[in-house]
């Protein structure tokens, strides 16, 4: 099993930028996909990112393309959520998620990360 450990939440005003990042241990960082979701409060847990083992290939839910950027380093077993122009409504607790194929679900990931808040002010 691999343990994540986010940080890098806080508050931000719209139009700023947060970089989240998840440091990964207890299993070969190499081999397993990386993903990021979010939930706001009221809602399900959503896919917003997530990169291959590789690193080179990289999806994005559309409401985050061209403002979001995921990204790995496989020297530091770190996966990173760079995010820009901001907006209230990207305002959630975004969880750190590794699996060795990964998907857009929820289901797809088998270990997940404690959630760091990200609240974007208007």
């Known amino acids: 099993q691999v343990q994540l450990v986010e940080s890098g939440g806080g508050l931000v005003q719209a139009g700023g930028s947060l970089r989240l990042t998840c440091a990964a241990s207890?299993?070969?960082?190499?081999?397993?996909?990386m993903g990021w979701f979010r939930q706001a409060p009221g809602k399900e847990r959503a896919f917003v990112a997530a990169?291959?083992?590789?690193?080179?290939?990289?999806d994005y839910v559309d409401s985050v393309k061209g403002r979001f950027t995921i990204a790995r380093d496989m020297a530091k077993n770190t996966a990173y959520l760079q995010m820009n122009s901001l907006k209230p409504h990207d305002t959630a607790v975004y969880y750190c998620?590794?699996?060795?194929?990964?998907?857009?679900?929820?289901?797809?990931?088998?270990?997940w990360g404690q959630g760091p808040q990200v609240t974007v002010a208007s």
């Open positions: 998620a590794s699996d060795f194929k990964g998907g857009e679900y929820v289901h797809s990931w088998d270990s």
């Open positions: 207890g299993r070969t960082f190499r081999n397993y996909a």
């Open positions: 990169i291959s083992w590789s690193g080179n290939s990289k």
